[in-house]
């Protein structure tokens, strides 16, 4: 179970900011139980967007998200929808957006933090691909997270040991960051690399104590 | 001038700027920095301190750009994100400055996988673009990280490095680009074997404008053995060795092998001072500090400007 909560509003516009045509998903597992991203959430942030001007070009609720075979078997019938839009909003949990950024050719944006796997570590692999940093960082980073993926959890572009699409750290670890310049080089967006992504904000993950403060 | 810098001046001059390498020992012993830093005397601009380079354990950067400056050279400090968050790297550059040490390079470090602590655990807090910007804010805006005024700003001329040889190469002065805009004064590059590889990123780097917008020091390093030479081209990541340099070394006999390392690092130097946009370079002699005098007097880099503080 990977627990997550939404981020503030004006975040995620900021985000959507120049896109105005946007497809949504949620997820009926973790983001449903947390609240974050179920039918509920998505119906919800679907009526906000629209009041701020946006068009939703539809919206779909996934069982679980982070299943790739799953996932990509329900978004098939959104071909249409997804195609009329200019970017993705997702809203669950780390893990699923980064599957949505692997099987979408289309911006994603990640509508929520991830704070904990709530002690359940190791129930599905996919996890490992949110690192639980309650600080969402895949708006910058292509969709593909640095932080449970680069060795040196590096938000500003690869090291000086990436070669030939592998990590220097092990020849068996791929380059995060060779797939993020790879995937926003095929969007046509690799621009979004060339701004400073500032210091992150780490108060608000596992490393800094115990999560009851936010789980009461 | 942002800094009493010496290496600032020679840059500002548009001289041709020379820097060197020194690594500390892996003990608490001082003689060996006094011994290395009277070879360097006279031959670079400034020498760096390697922080803990490939993560093995050794003595301070700034401790031994102390030592070194006693004997009257003026050192670069390189300070790593892998061993410190953001509250110890903001006390270290201001004790480092309190030192009268006017140098930074701002790294992220290498992985501790790779040094005698292999199961240490990594920080990165900051990567050294974000590091390079903290760096640039304590200095100009005089503000902590947490945006907290600073009584007395560190006045440091800084440094990040560049590796054109790594991958993706299409996004390397894109990445170069950020560590400009984050306030980086000066580059050191990655060791340069392959200077067409080079001078293509040289190239890409023009595009951008950056060669005017900081000071490129290019990397070099003379190769003492062949199997020095291969064992950088196979075992070193983010190290370009053409077969072509293997091959010339090879071609000498084995007593000339090291000399012929050394002419090979005065033809890099001379091949990479015409390119436009490379303002010096950095000499990366490690445990051959001998070599450097010869090399830069070889090269035609002697004498040193001086100039008064």
Known sequence: ?216 | MKTKSNLERVLEAGQFAVTGELGPPQSADSEVIRRKAKILKGSVDAFNVTDGQTAVVRMASWAACLIGKEEGLEPIVQMTCRDRNRIALQMDVLGIAALGINNMLCLTGDHQKFGNHPMAKGVYDLDSIQFVKMVKDMRDERKFQCGEEIAVEPRLFIGAAANPFADPFEFRAARLAKKVAAGADFIQTQIIYNVDKFAEWMKMVRDRGLHERVKILAGVAPIKSVGAAKYMKTRVPGMDVPDSIIDRLQGVPKEEVSGEGIKLCVDIINQVREIEGVAGVHIMAIEWEEAVPEIVEAAGLLPRPKFVP
Request: net charge negative; aromatic share 4%; glycine share 10%.
């Open chain 1, 1 to 216: 179970m990977l627990i997550s909560e939404q981020k503030q509003l004006e975040e995620i516009l900021s985000y959507l900011e120049g896109d105005k045509n946007i497809f949504l998903i949620g997820c009926k597992g973790c983001a449903e139980g947390w609240g974050s991203g179920g039918e509920k959430q998505v119906a919800e942030m679907e009526n906000t967007l629209q009041e701020k001007g946006k068009t939703v070009t539809g919206s779909v609720v996934v069982d679980m998200l982070c299943d790739s075979a799953l996932t990509k078997l329900k978004l098939r019938a959104y071909k249409k929808e997804i195609a009329a839009a200019d970017s993705i909003l997702v809203l669950t949990d780390g893990a699923g957006v980064q599957t949505v950024a692997e099987l979408v050719d289309k911006l994603v944006h990640p509508g929520c933090n991830t704070l904990s796997s709530g002690g359940a570590h190791a129930e599905w692999k996919e996890a490992e691909r949110c690192l639980e940093c309650g600080d969402c960082m895949l708006e910058f980073t292509g969709g593909l997270c640095p932080i449970a993926r680069c060795s040196k959890h590096l938000l500003n572009g690869p090291c000086g040991g990436s070669q030939d699409g592998k990590c220097e750290v092990d020849p068996d670890i791929p380059c995060v960051w060779q797939q993020i310049v790879d995937r926003l080089t095929k969007l046509g967006k690799l621009d979004k690399l060339e701004r400073l992504v500032t210091p992150k904000n780490w108060s608000v993950s596992l490393t800094s104590g115990p999560p009851v403060r936010r789980l009461s």
